[in-house]
């Protein structure tokens, strides 16, 4: 499966970008799929899952009420919709597929990784 994420950008705190992470095709297994995000310098860090049907969510607490991740599995896509943006959330975005249908906040439940694409909040 290969994953490419797009949407990321340049935006000022406070402002709003949705990330999107296209699958090249389905997976055989009601796989759940989540987004991560890298500071400069720092290690990959889990933000947010879905599972499978999309009625399952899970997030970091850091984007509580800012970031929501929603899925159409018609299209085999997930979003990412962040809002109140803020400077820490300056990272660069990978979306990941999971390796079975159970949320996961660890990298290694998750088996197949898109490229990345940069967010940078200004402040």
């Known amino acids: 499966v290969q994953l490419q994420a797009s949407g990321g950008g340049l935006v000022q705190a406070g402002g709003s970008l949705r990330l999107s992470c296209s699958a090249s095709?389905?997976?055989?297994?009601?796989?759940?799929m989540g987004w991560f995000r890298q500071a400069p310098g720092k290690e990959r860090t889990f933000v947010a899952a879905i599972n499978w049907t999309g009625g399952d969510t899970t997030y970091t607490d850091s984007v509580k009420g800012r970031f929501t991740i929603s899925r159409d599995r018609s299209k085999n896509t997930v979003y990412l919709q962040m809002d109140s943006l803020k400077p820490e959330d300056t990272a660069v975005y990978y979306c990941a597929v999971g390796r079975g249908s159970y949320l996961s906040t660890q990298r290694a439940s998750y088996n197949y990784w898109g490229q990345g694409t940069q967010v940078t909040v200004s402040s």
């Open positions: 095709r389905r997976t055989s297994s009601n796989n759940s």
